[in-house]
């Protein structure tokens, strides 16, 4: 079965620091991929997502992640973290979009120090 | 703006007590789904639906059901039978339309907790 594995449970960054957020899934063939974001009693917003093409994708909020087939990883990255970025991050895989059911990975909470 | 509703969003139930969560989306989505979601946990699929008057169990369906009567709506009822229903309960939906990526938008939530 296809899963998704986020290796930090926590990350603390300081304001203004870069950040990298794992994410690793395992499964035989490249799924459709994804990183939300979601703050405290809220839903989850799309950050960005990668199906085909250029392996660095951009998205919202000065996020970028990388898709590295060979390592089966997908990252999610910021060059610098700001206050409103701490959250909880969640990587998502989807093998079939006909099948439409995502899997999630258990989520990575981030504190941003000032 | 097209988006998806919640109702409510903090609920309380007592033991032995059946409640039903709502979700409404106008965003024209044909596929409803039903997560939940416990601290440390992620996203747990519970049910969802592709079509009107169509749905399948997901990952953790027990003490869980569901209807699709309409395509704008998919309530979830939590009944009885659910050993553990304390939880943050989230509706989302997809298009299922050719070229589609698979993108889920969310609704903000339903806060269960029994007493």
């Known amino acids: 079965a296809q899963s998704v594995t986020q290796p930090d449970i926590h990350i603390t960054v300081s304001e203004g620091a870069s950040l990298e957020l794992r994410c690793n899934y395992s499964y035989g063939a490249t799924p459709y991929l994804f990183w939300y974001v979601q703050s405290p009693g809220q839903g989850l917003q799309l950050l960005l997502k990668?199906?085909?093409?250029?392996?660095l994708v951009q998205g919202i909020k000065g996020f970028e992640a990388e898709f590295k087939r060979s390592q089966s990883s997908f990252n999610l990255r910021k060059p610098s973290v700001h206050w409103s970025d701490a959250a909880e991050y969640f990587c998502a895989v989807l093998l079939n979009t006909n099948a439409g059911k995502s899997t999630f990975g258990d989520g990575t909470t981030l504190t941003v120090k000032p | 703006d097209g988006g998806i509703t919640q109702s409510p969003k903090y609920l309380f139930r007592k033991e032995g007590q059946n409640v039903t969560l709502s979700c409404e989306q106008n965003l024209n989505h044909d596929a409803m789904y039903w997560y939940r979601q416990d601290p440390g946990q992620g996203l747990r699929l519970i049910y969802y639906?592709?079509?009107?008057?169509?749905?399948q169990k997901g990952d953790i369906a027990e003490g869980y059901s569901v209807s699709r009567e309409k395509k704008e709506s998919f309530p979830l009822t939590v009944t009885s039978a659910q050993k553990n229903p304390t939880a943050f309960y989230l509706c989302a939906s997809s298009s299922v339309r050719v070229a589609n990526t698979g993108e889920l938008f969310f609704g903000e939530g339903s806060r269960l907790t029994v007493l």
């Open positions: 990668y199906f085909s093409g250029d392996t």
């Open positions: 639906s592709q079509i009107v008057n169509d749905f």
